[in-house]
């Protein structure tokens, strides 16, 4: 698409008169075709090399920067410890163990719910007679709680997220080198660990079935599972 010649001049006068020297040129409102080439001020064309400089150093900043930032999404990440890291040596594999018992403590399993509101689950021991269902604790007492209730959904959620914990150090333990290549104080703690936390695992079963009945029933970790629609 063509621009209109007066639309073309009116921009350039209008730019010409910006500059300290534009009465000494002039231009023609009509297209002139043997006209004398049009001469730019000093003034012009050292502001437009100024702009141009400043554009292209913008530009090869922010190539730069772009470029730079791939050594920074290199560096592995401090606050993330994959499993072969966690499990490299005795001290790793007993801090995910005591991780794994983490979740039986808290008001979402013995601290409160599975040894308080689970087990007397009667108006008298959670609440006066009088006490009406309030969609929480008390509809335990009522024998009207639903999975929509806070105090059923999360100890279900906590009991197997001890589960997962569980199950990761059940598959890891085994896989490491000083289970059985280490010495014998490494290997017996690590033999250790993996029969305290076998025991764990059943311990978060035997809750979700006391409480549930049936329930669902993963024994290796989350990430290998051939599907997650138990």
């Known amino acids: 698409m063509s621009v209109p010649w007066t639309l073309w001049v009116r921009e350039l006068r209008a730019l010409l ?3 300290p020297h534009a009465r000494t040129y002039k231009v023609h409102d009509t297209p002139q075709r043997h006209s004398h080439p049009l001469l730019i001020p000093t003034h012009f064309i050292m502001k437009f090399t100024t702009l141009r400089a400043i554009w292209l150093t913008a530009t090869l900043a922010a190539t730069l920067g772009i470029t730079a930032c791939k050594s920074y999404l290199d560096v592995d990440p401090q606050a993330l410890y994959a499993g072969e890291d966690t499990f490299s040596d005795v001290a790793g594999a ?3 163990v005591i991780g794994a018992y983490d979740l039986l403590s808290g008001d979402t399993s013995y601290g409160t719910r599975l040894n308080l509101y689970y087990p007397y689950d009667t108006d008298e021991m959670q609440a006066s007679p009088l006490s009406l269902a309030d969609g929480a604790r ?3 007492a009522r024998y009207t ?3 929509v209730n806070a105090e059923v959904r999360n100890p279900w959620n906590t009991l197997y997220q001890g589960v997962e914990r569980a199950n990761i150090c059940i598959k890891y333990l085994p ?3 000083l289970y059985t290549g280490g010495t014998s104080a490494d290997t017996a703690a690590l033999h250790r660990l993996y029969g305290e936390v076998l025991t764990l695992r059943a311990q978060y079963y035997f809750e979700l ?4 009945g049936d329930v669902p029933t993963p024994l290796q970790p989350s990430i290998d599972a051939a599907t997650l629609n138990l």
């Open 17 to 19: 008169e910006q500059t």
């Open 175 to 177: 896989q490491m080198a």
């Open 94 to 96: 007993t801090a995910a």
């Open 145 to 147: 709680a639903l999975p």
């Open 209 to 212: 079935i006391r409480n549930w």
């Open 138 to 140: 008390l509809s335990i």
